[in-house]
């Protein structure tokens, strides 16, 4: 990492767009690491019996190392792009960043078993190839050494923290036939949970890498379906079956990253990252992997937000999403059954209306209402008030009229909703946010002498 930095590896990596998959790596995934390494901690001190206190501890102090070499090396292109100034404050703040924010703090509120389920049996063992395998030799293909490093070590330790999870897992399995059905509760649980958050991994791979390895698609047939079926299958001997939600990660493959990627494409504005529309070429390639939902889903959308960069008119989403009760990611995914329908679930408790992203999502609310009626919901936080610095005074009388007034209204110095936002978030208005053309990004990048030639980049 240190002869990458002192041999200017910043201006070697293809295009200076796949800094943005960085800079979403070290706001959620890194803090994420680094909330791990608290939670195994306080197993370590907590639980009894020598071995399982033993391989909590080591397992916190794989997660702390893991969030110290990635900071490390992010550090670097910190020194040279946006985006990455503010990540831990960010990961308290930011909207987008309430999925994996809400993650950790779900399991850090459940018992010691549950959370080993969580984070070593269901995180570590069935999702996290699909983050540290893909996007990582993608950084390598990218010209990102030192990333690359920091990800292939992390899944190293990973393999190690799966067997702890498989471990525990079994020995509670075998101890009484009963306690069968309180694991599978978990798994169905923490497996949906998980997946949700790994959105952010199958944009980050489809759409963030300029020189592509693999699709999210492929790499879920290889590190998802084909692992996880083998482990199942293995467990299948105690009573266990494949997750709640199995089947409809397995038909989200084709659509997951896509669907994200609009997410952040239109909300950039209030985002620490830039997007960009993929050139003719990376659509092409989208269309290669995803001959049964691209073109007739996505590519539509792409070249209509194309035509409208091309006459001046580049389109942001100006109102906030709702999110997801659950998972607090915001609503944007589609039915299983039907590509083409919003899958919003709702269900009333008390006199009140909660929403969802999915049958999984409303599931798990349903199982355990008491801790989800308690979740802080950036949006709702954002529409009492309570996201702002003093001036504005979000919880002043007139606030919401001004609130409603100026959200959808182009950026207004004097008040605006996305301004109050962004101050509040420590995003730099047209430096951390907005379209990645002409940003200060590309335009330092250029002038630097960074490799910019490059095949399909819209650069």
């Known amino acids: 990492m240190d002869a990458f930095a002192q041999n200017n590896g910043h201006l070697a990596v293809s295009d200076a767009r796949y800094i943005n998959g960085l800079k979403l790596f070290i706001q959620a995934v890194t803090p994420l690491e680094y909330s791990i390494h608290r939670g195994y901690a306080h197993l370590g001190r907590q639980l009894g019996g020598a071995g399982l206190r033993i391989a909590c501890q080591l397992q916190s102090l794989d997660e702390l190392r893991h969030s110290q070499t990635a900071t490390h090396a992010l550090g670097n292109f910190n020194r040279f792009f946006n985006g990455m100034h503010h990540s831990v404050s960010w990961f308290d703040r930011l909207w987008y960043l309430a999925a994996p924010k809400s993650f950790i703090e779900d399991a850090f509120t459940a018992g010691p078993f549950e959370f080993l389920t969580a984070i070593s049996f269901c995180f570590d063992g069935l999702l996290t190839n699909l983050m540290f395998v893909p996007f990582m030799s993608g950084a390598a293909n990218n010209g990102d050494l030192a990333t690359t490093a920091v990800g292939f070590s992390t899944q190293s330790d990973n393999a190690r ?94 659509h997951l990253s896509h669907q994200a990627w609009n997410l952040y494409y239109t909300y950039a504005s209030v985002a620490a990252v830039h997007s960009w529309v993929p050139s003719d070429e990376e659509m092409a390639w989208l269309s290669e992997k995803y001959p049964q939902s691209f073109d007739q889903y996505y590519r539509p959308r792409l070249e209509y937000y194309q035509f409208l960069n091309q006459t001046g008119r580049r389109f942001y989403n100006h109102h906030l999403p709702m999110m997801c009760q659950t998972c607090q990611h915001p609503v944007i995914f589609t039915a299983t059954e039907a590509p083409a329908t919003l899958s919003h679930r709702q269900t009333r408790l008390n006199g009140e209306m909660y929403h969802f992203c999915s049958d999984p999502c409303r599931d798990i609310f349903v199982n355990e209402p008491e801790k989800y009626l308690q979740a802080r919901i950036p949006v709702h936080q954002m529409h009492q008030g309570h996201c702002f610095k003093p001036e504005p005074d979000g919880r002043a009388a007139d606030f919401d009229a001004k609130f409603d007034a100026t959200f959808d209204a182009e950026f207004d110095a004097t008040f605006d909703a996305e301004q109050a936002l962004l101050a509040w978030g420590h995003i730099t208005h047209g430096q951390d946010n907005l379209d990645f053309d002409g940003s200060p990004d590309q335009i330092n990048f250029k002038d630097w002498g960074g490799n910019v030639e490059v095949e399909g980049a819209q650069s």
């Open 161 to 254: 923290h799966m067997a702890v999870g498989l471990a525990a897992i079994t020995f509670i399995l075998q101890q009484d036939a009963g306690n069968a059905p309180i694991v599978q509760k978990w798994m169905d649980k923490w497996f949906w949970r998980g997946f949700r958050l790994l959105t952010l991994a199958a944009m980050m791979q489809d759409y963030m890498l300029p020189k592509r390895t693999m699709s999210w698609r492929e790499a879920w047939e290889i590190y998802g379906e084909s692992n996880g079926a083998a482990l199942f299958k293995d467990l299948a001997q105690y009573g266990i079956r494949e997750p709640k939600g199995w089947r409809d990660a397995c038909a989200a493959k084709d």
